[in-house]
């Protein structure tokens, strides 16, 4: 039997986009409406194999407990004892990592949880119109797209796909059919290409510049190159994953759902808090609605605001890994929130100047702090940043002039596209002919640069 | 014709799936011969797109064209192409591009500018990186200084009325030894140019990322002057007669000659001296050198087999000797990767590098050409490169440079009478 490449579950890999991708939308769409959930299903367990096959016996388990507890979670109201198992599972994982126990995380089992506590809470407050069947939950919880990280979709969010239930197309003839699946593809293709070259043209190349960065040794860059690459690694997370959720939301568009917005212009921001909640925003919105609103969220006076905002970002904390810098990272968050929320906020002027140099200076900053989870090498590089302790060891001046120098098209790209009218542009006239146009060729570079990328294993590090 | 300009995106899709993927097929034998492939990591038609990505005509077009304009218009018949690795491929054929570099160019021209600045009053001239055959970050560093600037054993010509023989013996020496030194090498070296300030002050650089020895006499990177027309200048170029070449990226100023070796006419500014992009070989026999230090071989990894390694390295070796027949050639072991990276990576494997670095080794005679391997400072228990010293796995974090330099420091060979070599 042919050996899969684990790549194969990278989207912005060739091996998903001209093999896995059009293989199953083929399938998808010539099956019966009736089939397609089942086919689904296949394709996204499939998926889950290659890319972690060591894994997918407890993914399966998971599923199974998780479902047939979630059957009478309404009248047992035991909900505590189910969300319980599914966090110390989580937790279990993330803490032998952490200690070197086991080389990786089970795929995508930070995020699948969530889907799985969100299920679990909306059965136990009855928020389904009918029980669900096994079939649904199980394509629920394995649907490939988001399955890896998200974006997290809600359960409700599922039943809108009107191809997969048939409603769409169900009595149409094939001639009729086929302009609306091209219309699904075409939809998604655009979003796709649009998640795919913020992913490899802009992030990647970004997260060279950062590699570069780090070979020369947090402790020995000059402090012009340690602010250039807070703004580097600021940018390669921020087109990294929102190119990746917009690849997974076009692939869900591929097949019919609706498209889901997981970033929405997050620099643009006012402030530290409205940042977060347009910086992944599934995950905001999940703390929030099943941890910060049944905490009594900002209802019960501002000591208990503060309090329940300390619990959503110690579990956000400890939910991107267990590890000082995490904790130092959502620790000046929630300072920054704190300040916002209760000082600041007095006066509107004050808040729209500080707020702003939150988003635009400190929070970069933060997602150093995110980056570095050796405190060495936080220390090191902080003290680069900001040089208290006098020169760094075997410092080069020049080095800025080089790496910045290098990379200087790259960032400037990276910051014009902060500009939020350029997406939406892109994005609202993606219907245009030209602007498809455009986007085919933009796909077909990127392909050309995925194939580089693969074929030279030099590229990335040229020696 | 609605439909297809509504579906503009899916249509394009498919018809490049299908264009490509037979563009591969048929090509796969020829044109893309030279592509390792393997199906089960990547599609078929990824052959038709990594030929775009390396400046290719895509085989079907080529042929195309072939056909209707005659051969002659083919612009590269690629079975010419070298059977070196994409490695070797992309960094030997200089005229075939890369595609994603745009940062390449300008680097050169930032850099450029800098060494302008930086040498004005210089008659010789700054060197800085050229690097346009589309290498990921192409760099270079080079600094001249004068040879008279210290005195150096090996300086000393044999005089002849001296009939007792001199051998070269090895001992620990101080950092004036590597004044009319020049380092060859690949990023590693780069480094080491841009890290390690004794050797910047003192020493010149033939030294790009990804350069191999393949490109010894292929990669045209190094700036020189342009050769006088009359020869009575050629020979006064020759007397290296101040002169400072650096590495514009970094140490703009720390490298500026003193000022009473800087030539007192300042009115020659870098403008005046016209430069020209030449290889190493050709940079070689513009001006001589004491000590030539080549590390290369990291790159070659990939490609060709120990034999065919070390039979280009003997080459490059025979041409180095020619052209400098008065250096002292060391020729410096790969240094390895961390045994993390060794046993994971497909290519970069300690086993190889050994295993050409014992290669390397017979090719040193004692008398001209010495072996030294300072992988003896970096390494770890296990004879692999010792993690905390590198971030990657492959480079030497900047501080740990100050290693590789000290051992350099205490494995030079000078020359000493044969009475004189005490007896250990």
Known sequence: MLQISTNMINFSDLSFIFRFLPIFLLVYYVVPAGYRAYITIIGSLLFYAVGDFKSLGLFCALIVINYLFSIKVKEHKKILLIVLLDVSVLMFYKIMVQMGKFPSLPLGISFFMFKMISYQADMYKGKMKEMPRFSEVLLYFSLFPQVISGPIMRYQDMKKNRIMTGMEDRFLIFRDRLPIYLGKIEEGLAIFVMGLAMKVLIADRLSMMWNDIGTIGYESISTPLAWAGVLCFSLELYFDFWGYSLMASAVCVMMGYPFIINFDQPYASKSVSEFYRRWHMTLGSWFKDYVYIPLGGSRNGDLRCALNLLVVWLLTGIWHGISLNFFLWSGSLLLMIYFEKFLWSKNDKLMAIVGRIHVLLFLPVTWVIFALTSSNDLCAYLLRLFPVKGPGIAVNPGDFGKIAGNYRYILAAGVILLIPQIFKYIYDHRRNWFVRLFLMILFWICAVVVSGKAGNPFLYFGF | ?424
Not at chain 2, 234 to 243: D, P, R, V, Y
Not at chain 2, 260 to 279: K, Q
């Open chain 2, 1 to 424: 014709m609605k439909t297809v300009f509504r579906h503009i995106l899916t249509l394009g899709f498919i018809l490049g799936i299908i264009f490509f993927s037979v563009d591969s097929y048929m090509g796969r034998m020829s044109a893309y011969g030279k592509y390792e492939y393997d199906a089960s990591e990547m599609p078929l038609l990824s052959l038709s797109l990594r030929a775009i990505d390396s400046g290719e005509t895509p085989y079907l077009i080529a042929l195309a064209k072939d056909k209707m304009f005659g051969k002659g218009n083919n612009d590269k018949p690629s079975s010419e192409e070298e059977k070196a690795s994409d490695v070797a491929d992309a960094e030997n054929t200089g005229d075939t591009e890369q595609t994603a570099d745009n940062s390449e160019a300008e680097n050169n021209e930032q850099q450029g500018q800098a060494a302008e600045e930086a040498n004005a009053g210089a008659t010789d001239q700054t060197i800085e990186e050229t690097d346009n055959d589309g290498a990921d970050e192409g760099n270079v560093a080079a600094t001249e200084v004068p040879a008279e600037e210290a005195e150096v054993p090996v300086e000393e010509q044999p005089a002849e009325e001296v009939p007792e023989e001199e051998v070269y013996v090895m001992t620990s020496v101080d950092d004036d030894y590597f004044c009319d030194a020049l380092f060859i090498g690949d990023s590693r070296t780069v480094g080491l140019s841009e890290y390690c300030q004794e050797l910047i002050d003192r020493s010149t650089f033939y030294a790009k990322v990804s350069m191999t020895i393949y490109g010894f006499d292929k990669i045209e990177f190094v700036e020189v002057p342009v050769l006088p027309q009359d020869p009575a200048a050629e020979s006064a170029e020759g007397t290296e007669s101040g002169e400072n070449i650096e590495d514009a990226g970094s140490q703009a100023d720390t490298n500026v000659l003193p000022a009473e070796e800087a030539p007192a006419d300042n009115s020659v500014t870098p403008e005046d001296v016209p430069t020209e992009t030449v290889t190493i070989e050709e940079a070689l026999s513009r001006k001589q050198f004491g000590k030539i230090y080549v590390m290369l071989g990291i790159n070659e990894l990939g490609s060709g087999t120990t034999e065919t390694f070390c039979a280009k390295y003997a080459e490059v070796l025979a041409k180095i000797r020619e052209k400098q027949p008065d250096a002292i050639i060391y020729i410096q072991g790969i240094m390895h990767v961390t045994s993390q990276k060794s046993s994971k990576d497909k290519v970069f494997k300690n086993e190889t590098i050994n295993e050409r670095n014992e290669g390397l080794k017979a090719l040193a005679d004692g008398e001209h050409i010495f072996y030294i391997d300072m992988n003896e400072a970096t390494d770890d228990e296990n004879g692999a490169l010792n993690s905390e010293l590198s971030f990657d796995s492959v480079h030497l974090k900047a501080k740990s440079y100050a290693l590789w330099y000290d051992y350099l420091k205490n494995h030079a060979y000078v020359k000493m009478k044969v009475s004189e070599v005490p007896n250990e």
